[in-house]
T-cell receptor
Framework: DAGITQSPRYKITETGRQVTLMCHQT?????MFWYRQDLGHGLRLIYY???????DKGEVPDGYVVSRSKTENFPLTLESATRSQTSVYFC?????????????FGQGTRLTVV | AQSVTQLDSQVPVFEEAPVELRCNYS??????LFWYVQYPNQGLQLLLK??????LVKGINGFEAEFNKSQTSFHLRKPSVHISDTAEYFC?????????FGTGTRLLVSP
């Protein structure tokens, strides 16, 4: 199906474990983004990528790692999960052109760290 | 760097009343501005966007927003709200590469 998909939709993990959230888009958009959504904070940018093999930090990158070996995939890894990383994570993508600058969002991954 | 301020965390309103959700931004470069809506347990959906041209932008579901460069504002308005408009609304600004969001405004529409 065309669009942007995140997996898993729900995940419970233990403190200290490594966990990877997947994001896949079918549009070949240049830009991809990872956000976390927490009450009172809105959406905060974790990492973004302007193209394959180009990534950069956002507002809250500590404790997270990203990679982008292929244009369509942008996985987010929590190297050693902490309770403060309990959140809803959203992946988004957008094109590079002037008229297509809006971001399209996945359905989110609700991560609980116990 | 870009930033967005949404002054109201929650806006209660009665059905069929008008509403304005406020958004102010700051940026050192030319920006694109967006309003997104999030219904419960869903992702974000684009309501409208300002790229250039006319400062009054019309979006889906009867919403509109006005870009005011001198006041660095991009307020969202609807002349008559419905119960179904109850949702979280996010203002966002995109500069060179990053897309940055405000903290959101919860619109609560009562009968």
């Amino acid at each position: 199906d065309a669009g942007i998909t995140q997996s898993p939709r729900y995940k419970i993990t233990e403190t200290g474990r490594q966990v990877t959230l997947m994001c896949h888009q079918t549009w070949s958009h240049s830009y991809m983004f990872w956000y976390r959504q927490d009450l009172g904070h809105g959406l905060r940018l974790i990492y973004y990528s302007a193209a394959a093999d180009i990534t950069d930090k956002g507002e809250v990158p500590d404790g997270y790692v990203v990679s982008r070996s292929k244009t369509e995939n942008f996985p987010l890894t929590l190297e050693s999960a902490t309770r403060s990383q309990t959140s809803v994570y959203f992946c988004a993508s957008s094109d590079r052109g002037l008229t297509n600058t809006e971001a399209f969002f996945g359905q989110g991954t609700r991560l609980t760290v116990v | 760097a870009q930033s967005v301020t949404q002054l109201d965390s929650q806006v209660p309103v009665f059905e069929e009343a008008p509403v304005e959700l406020r958004c102010n931004y700051s940026s050192s470069v030319s920006v694109y501005l967006f309003w997104y809506v999030q219904y419960p347990n869903q992702g974000l959906q684009l309501l409208l966007k300002y790229l250039s041209g006319s400062t009054l932008v019309k979006g889906i579901n009867g919403f509109e927003a006005e870009f005011n460069k001198s006041q660095t504002s991009f307020h969202l308005r609807k002349p008559s709200v419905h119960i179904s408009d109850t949702a979280e609304y996010f203002c966002a600004v995109k500069g060179f590469q990053k897309l940055v969001f405000g903290t959101g405004t919860r619109l609560l529409v009562s009968p």
